[in-house]
């Protein structure tokens, strides 16, 4: 099986290994590619892996190994059941259905504006200066952050993600979102704190995780405080959605002019970007017992490595997998909010924001008048589990 392995740590493979992942499902739907590392290629066995929280634990995550970090402090995604369960409950009150839609205004308003600026500019750079800047803005504003912060919490959002963090729980600053980044921490605790204080808050998310409650079980400040974070960094894929597809509109002259023809067809150009280029390629769970993939035993301990990309391209799901198609019917979901007790919480707020990008994009612009940079090159984030492009300098050609 040698001729199977490859390195999930290192973006150029993980980007570009599509024709690895065909021989995966074809010849070796459950592998090792490398010591202690069992990567998971059909989207049977993904989606399974996914909906079995028991078997599979969450709680390594993203952390180093020796980082161990208190409930309060944890993100959602690294609990797991019971306790995982007690928090969604509690989260769920605050993710009502219908979110998406109330966000729609504000985030049509907000890009508006960043594709005004685009366009009196000539053009611009539309990772940095349109891709980036509508998630923390549309989190933020469902959050209930006041519009004047919303620029500064964004801010912080990128330092956080782009800082040892993530991986240590700690920056030289100190341990922790409160030690790392005090000012963060402290804005945050104010938000909480003026809600639990005055008789008639705002109906937002942070005002309804303080009334949240089951089973006598009510969210502790802390808890909100770090799962406001958690929400912020969450959102942040959404750029490589955004970004994807923005990238697919400049330099496929068919596909904008098919959205143009049928923009009942944008919804669908979101679903099959998510599909066909998931923001997050993969996920890891940990093995909590020994325990059998695919017929294939994996032992107590061993990092399960979940194909959402190979998944989206099984053959045995989708017909003409590989291909962008815009009259898809195959049925049968993707894996890209995880399908399982972790699903996704802003899945309808991310669809939303990528439709708003691109409905926008089409009222805002003449037929080709966005398109990208003479001598642009496509290079992608260097992450090695993401996907989406590190930049998409862009020029506006006639606008209207
Ligand atoms: C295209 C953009 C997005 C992608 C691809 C994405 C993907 C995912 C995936 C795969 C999970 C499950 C993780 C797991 O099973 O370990 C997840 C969880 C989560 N996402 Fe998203 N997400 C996106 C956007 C958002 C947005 C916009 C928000 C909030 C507004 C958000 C909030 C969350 C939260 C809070 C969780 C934790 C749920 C839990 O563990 O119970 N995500 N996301």
């Not at 024709?19 to 399974?48: C, T």
């Not at 028991?54 to 690294?78: C, D, H, I, K, M």
């Not at 303080?210 to 406001?228: F, P, V």
């Not at 003409?320 to 699903?343: A, K, M, Q, W």
Request: hydrophobic share 40%.
């Amino acid at each position: 099986m040698s001729d199977l392995t490859f390195d999930p740590f290192d973006p150029a493979q993980t980007q570009n290994m599509w024709d690895l992942m065909v021989e995966l499902r074809d010849r070796a739907p459950v592998s090792r590619p490398m010591p202690g590392f069992v990567y998971v290629a059909r989207h049977a066995d993904v989606k399974a892996v996914f909906r079995d929280a028991e078997s599979y634990s969450s709680r390594e995550g993203f952390r180093g190994a020796n980082v161990t970090l208190p409930l309060e402090e944890s993100f959602l995604g690294e609990v797991d059941p019971p306790l995982h369960t007690d928090l969604r409950v509690l989260l769920l009150q605050a993710f009502r259905p219908g979110l998406e839609k109330r966000a729609e205004a504000f985030t049509r308003a907000y890009v508006e504006r960043l594709w005004d600026s685009i366009a009196s500019a000539g053009g611009g750079e539309l990772v940095a200066e349109f891709g980036l800047n509508i998630p923390p803005a549309v989190t933020g504003h469902i959050l209930g952050i006041p519009p004047d912060d919303i620029e500064q919490v964004g801010r912080w959002g990128f330092e956080l993600i782009h800082s040892t963090w993530p991986e240590t729980n700690a920056t030289e600053r100190g341990v922790g979102i409160g030690g790392a980044f005090p000012e963060f921490a402290a804005f945050l605790d104010e938000q909480i704190q003026w809600r639990r204080g005055v008789s008639d808050p705002p109906d937002d998310i942070i005002t309804r995780m303080t009334r949240a409650e089951a089973d006598g079980h009510r969210l502790s400040d802390l808890q909100i405080r770090t799962l406001c974070a958690n929400v912020l960094l969450a959102s942040l894929s959404t750029t490589n959605l955004i970004g994807n597809l923005l990238h697919r509109f400049l330099t496929d002259r068919s596909f904008e002019e098919s959205l143009r023809g049928r923009p009942e067809l944008v919804p669908v150009a979101v679903e099959e970007s998510l599909r066909l280029e998931p923001p997050v390629m993969f996920l890891f769970r940990t093995a909590r017992i020994d325990t059998e993939i695919c017929g294939e035993v994996i032992a107590k301990g061993e990092r399960i490595i979940l194909g959402i990309a190979s998944g989206n391209r099984d053959e045995r799901v989708y017909e003409r997998s590989d291909e962008f198609l815009l009259n898809r019917v195959d049925p049968v979901e993707h894996l890209t909010f995880g399908p399982g007790p972790h699903l996704c919480l802003g899945n309808q707020v991310a669809r939303m924001e990528a439709r708003v990008a691109l409905e926008t994009a089409m009222e805002r612009f003449q037929p080709g008048g966005l398109s990208t940079a003479p001598g642009f090159t496509l290079q992608r984030v260097p992450m090695f589990l993401e996907y989406g492009p590190e930049r998409l300098d862009a020029i506006v050609q006639s606008s209207s």
